[in-house]
């Protein structure tokens, strides 16, 4: 479908600051400073300095907690977003129960008893982030993610993502049948967005992130047909190659 902008200076102001500069921005201040997060049920909470919380929403890392206390800025992060400022980013340091700083696969094993699919769900989330795409939840959709170009406040979701596993290849049952294919196509027409399933290929029951190395990511994008315009375009293809033998 193509992005679709919001505002007549919104692609020159996302131009102007690419996303991949903001995450790197972000990636030095919370290094610098040592950052740590604390974990909280299927969540990790972290308290942000007046910078850090303007490069967290520029970059749309976490969701901003409302307190009674203005000058405090508190974040929460899924499980997800946390890992990857903890691993691929690594500047962040996330802390458990006993406040003790977790190891890479401490915290690994802890994602994974919590949700079942994280090894997928994760390299589908850093396999978007390190191409420079904005992921958020896709639950309103009834999909994984939603993926944007720059800030959502700039252009809308270009994107709805859908994660299969090979490991576990029925999914919850999603896609396994046409009337729930063509239930998800719809529906990711009605709200103008593209559907994007991430096959994660090389699943392996290892214990460590590292074997994040190994997996793979299988892109597929997932179209409504519609005969009607594929006669015209069609018509039109077979009118411009006339007029162009012609000239």
Not at 42 to 59: D, G, H, I, P
Not at 95 to 116: H, N, P, Y
Not at 117 to 133: G, I
Not at 192 to 216: F, M, Q, R, W
Request: include cysteine.
């Amino acid at each position: 479908m193509g992005p679709r902008w919001k505002g007549k200076d919104a692609e020159a102001k996302a131009f102007a600051e690419p996303m991949s500069g903001i995450v790197s921005a972000l990636q030095s201040s919370l290094a610098t400073s040592e950052c740590k997060g604390s974990i909280s049920g299927c969540r990790v909470l972290f308290k942000a300095s007046t910078e850090q919380s303007e490069l967290l929403n520029r970059a749309c890392f976490g969701r901003v907690i409302v307190t009674s206390q203005n000058d405090q800025h508190w974040y929460e992060f899924t499980l997800q977003e946390a890992f990857y400022l903890c691993y691929a980013l690594k500047c962040l340091k996330i802390v458990g129960d006993d406040g003790v700083v977790k190891t890479s696969v401490d915290l690994w094993q802890f994602m994974i008893s919590k949700v079942e699919m994280f090894p997928e769900y994760f390299k589908a989330y850093a396999h978007l982030r390190m191409n420079n795409w904005v992921v958020r939840s896709g639950s309103q959709y009834g999909v994984d993610y939603v993926a944007y170009r720059h800030h959502p406040a700039l252009i809308h979701a270009e994107y709805a993502v859908l994660v299969l596993s090979e490991r576990n290849d029925n999914s919850s049952g999603r896609l396994k049948l046409w009337s729930d294919l063509y239930g998800t196509i719809r529906l990711c027409c009605g709200v103008a967005k593209t559907l994007l399933v991430l096959h994660v290929l090389g699943i392996s029951k290892d214990n460590s992130p590292v074997c994040l190395e190994n997996y793979e990511i299988e892109p597929r994008i997932i179209s409504r047909w519609i005969p009607e315009q594929t006669r015209e375009k069609k018509t039109d293809s077979k009118i411009c190659g006339e007029a162009k033998t012609h000239t």
